[in-house]
């Protein structure tokens, strides 16, 4: 289980500061932008710019250009007025949470809210694969290894008991694919930890002891 590794976690923050300061190096971060909680696998040529797309798709300000500012802004609303004109008919159909549907006045500002509560409570890990299978099969089973956990239940204030999704709210995770499936094996473990290790020392970084 995850839980048994802990010191992966110092690595992955490490490895991600390290990557940030790179980027940031190369003028390919927009530091207005903040972070999301979320696994993003360097798997191809030109993963570093498609990371910066997809941190940018997050923080745009714009529902429709991210599922989960669509579930977070929905959740807010909910949280705050269940009955909101923005989330009807019905949970999941309001134009709010409908793909491609135009905001209104009302839920407008919620875009605000929802880059706040990104930039002030998300932060995100990166760890380099270089095989696309390899990358998929260990995403899906870290994914179910965390759901899964005992230990990694959401607070009672978390924010995803509002969502309309019934999956985030029973399985505790936003990303609620790959939920009560195939957990990482022993050895699938340790190669995650070698991964992990690999890109703290691609990125010029110690693990920890």
């Not at 390290?18 to 190096?25: Q, S, Y």
């Not at 993003?40 to 040529?45: C, G, M, S, Y």
Request: proline share 4%; charged share 25%; net charge positive.
């Amino acid at each position: 289980m995850i839980r048994a590794a802990p010191h992966w976690l110092g690595v992955w923050l490490r490895a991600w500061q390290a990557l940030l300061a790179r980027l940031d190096e190369r003028k390919l971060l927009d530091w207005e932008e903040a972070f999301l909680d979320a696994t993003f696998v360097l798997a191809k040529k030109g993963a570093a710019q498609s990371l910066v797309r997809r941190l940018r798709q997050h923080y745009s300000g714009q529902k429709n250009g991210s599922v989960f500012r669509r579930f977070l802004g929905g959740a807010l609303i909910r949280s705050q007025n269940p009955d909101s004109p923005c989330l009807m008919p019905a949970p999941g159909r309001g134009h709010w949470e409908l793909q491609d549907a135009d905001t209104c006045d009302l839920c407008r500002p919620v875009e605000t809210q929802v880059s706040s509560v990104l930039r002030n409570n998300f932060t995100f890990r990166c760890v380099e694969v270089g095989d696309r299978e390899e990358h998929n099969r260990l995403e899906d089973r870290l994914i179910a290894t965390v759901s899964f956990c005992a230990e990694c239940t959401p607070s009672p204030t978390w924010l995803g008991r509002f969502a309309y999704s019934s999956a985030v709210r029973d399985c505790g995770m936003w990303n609620s694919q790959s939920v009560g499936g195939m957990q990482l094996s022993s050895d699938e473990l340790k190669r995650l930890e070698a991964l992990v290790n690999e890109t703290a020392t691609r990125w010029n970084l110690k693990p920890n002891s």
